[in-house]
T-cell receptor, first 112, second 112 residues
């Protein structure tokens, strides 16, 4: 089975600091999409950032950026200048066959 | 704003009493998905529609059915809810099955 693995069930960071969430995945495709989604407690799943596998340049969205290593099948999310509103469950996902394969999630806590 | 809407946000039903959850979208996307999400877990795909083509996941119980009468609406029917079906049910859409999925706020189902 093609899987997505998030090895950190929980992470915490001090407000204003930087944190990196890890994700590795398995695929036999050469072109695909990767995503990070954020799900705050009891709130909606929101797309944070996307990466197309054929693009070598790492995606960036304001304070959020990724480190995409295609050969290593690694797709980590870096959050800079962490804010209290960043506290959430973060899911890494890979697109394939019209579906998303999700990782297990990483619960991120922001310490004031 | 274009969006994915789910109704109701909270649904309480009795064991064995059929229930229908609703999803609508104003994004005009071709693909609509239904997920089941239990506490602190990743969403689990139940099935999806590409236009009118229904795609069931192999491990989705027969108790779960879906209808998509038009592009904008999709319904999840649970024919005989059991206690184990208590969960958050998420609807999502995608333009063409590639690229990101956009999620609704979810319906939290309680089974008494």
């Amino acid at each position: 089975a093609q899987t997505v693995t998030q090895s950190q069930p929980e992470m915490s960071v001090q407000e204003a600091e930087t944190v990196t969430l890890s994700c590795t995945y398995d695929t036999s495709e050469s072109d695909y999409y990767l995503f990070w989604y954020k799900q705050p407690p009891s709130r909606q799943m929101i797309l944070v950032i996307r990466q197309e596998a054929y693009k070598q340049q790492n995606a960036t969205e304001n304070r959020f950026s990724v480190n995409f290593q295609k050969a290593a099948k690694s797709f980590s999310l870096k959050i800079s200048d962490s804010q209290l509103g960043d506290a959430a469950m973060y899911f890494c996902a890979r697109e394939g066959a019209q579906k998303l394969v999700f990782g297990q999630g990483t619960r991120l806590t922001i310490n004031p | 704003d274009a969006m994915v809407i789910q109704n109701p946000r909270y649904q309480v039903t009795q064991f064995g009493k059929p229930v229908t959850l609703s999803c609508s979208q104003t994004l005009n996307h071709n693909v609509m998905y239904w997920y089941q999400q239990k506490s602190s877990q990743a969403p689990k795909l139940l099935f999806h529609y590409y236009d009118k083509d229904f795609n069931n996941e192999a491990d989705t119980p027969d108790n779960f059915q879906s209808r998509r009468p038009n592009t904008s609406f999709c319904f999840l029917d649970i024919r005989s809810p059991g206690l184990g079906d208590a969960a958050m049910y998420l609807c999502a859409t995608s333009r063409d099955g590639q690229g990101p999925q956009y999620f609704g706020p979810g319906t939290r189902l309680t089974v008494l």
